[in-house]
């Protein structure tokens, strides 16, 4: 079944907007695992509308619109891993290399979201930075003043909250880090390839995103 992000049931579907048409054209390198026309190049490119949408809210640098477009892009990005998963199991060995490179590609994204989220500055890896104000803190600009254009004014004071996930926040990047873990599982128990080096890397870049996240804050 395709799963949208209206039907994703780990969300509040009466939060969301309507689904805006497409707009803008995806990241060739994401557009390559699709096949045209497939139903889940069709689930990719709502995902994409729907991730334009918040991050054109979010531009004002408000701490509620940028940690919604944060929230959605980790649930992308635990859709995205899922379907990693199914087509690693139906590709079998001769897929384990470029799913690696998929997974350590995802966990960069999920990185970046997790960093940005913790008042750090990160690299940008995907198409939807968060504005910089959600974790810079900083005083309003001065009349006439702009902010700088895409996020390059980065966190210039700690929050004064702290530099925390929230607890659904945490939750959902869990779940894309076990969902990672799930596919290493079957690189290395599935297909007896445990020393493959890029499943190495995977499992390092796992460990510093599980540091980065924090220990539980209990239920949601």
Do not use: C
Not at 175 to 192: K, P, Q, S, T, Y
Request: charged share 20%; hydrophobic share 45%; aromatic share 6%.
């Amino acid at each position: 079944m395709k799963v949208t992000p209206k039907q994703n049931v780990l969300l509040n579907a009466s939060a969301w907007n309507p689904q805006p048409a497409y707009r803008a054209a995806p990241a060739t390198a994401q557009m390559a695992g699709f096949q045209p026309g497939s139903e889940a190049l069709a689930e990719y490119l709502d995902w994409v509308a729907y991730l334009d949408d918040l991050a054109r809210q979010a531009r004002e640098g408000q701490d509620d619109a940028g940690r919604r477009l944060a929230l959605a892009k980790l649930r992308f990005l635990h859709r995205r891993v899922q379907l990693l998963h199914e087509q690693m199991m139906q590709g079998g060995r001769s897929q384990v290399k470029a799913g690696l490179e998929a997974l350590l590609r995802l966990a960069s994204e999920l990185e970046q979201v997790v960093q940005e989220l913790t008042g750090r500055q990160p690299p940008v890896v995907d198409e939807w930075p968060l504005p910089y104000r959600l974790y810079s803190r900083q005083p309003p600009p001065a009349d006439g003043m702009h902010l700088m254009a895409g996020g390059r004014e980065r966190r210039l004071r700690q929050r004064m909250a702290g530099n925390v996930l929230h607890a659904d926040e945490q939750h959902a990047a869990r779940l894309v880090l076990h969902g990672m873990r799930f596919v290493m599982a079957l690189v290395r128990d599935g297909f007896g390839m445990a020393q493959h080096p890029l499943l190495l890397q995977a499992a390092d870049q796992v460990l510093r995103i599980n540091q980065l996240i924090g220990p539980e804050q209990g239920s949601i």
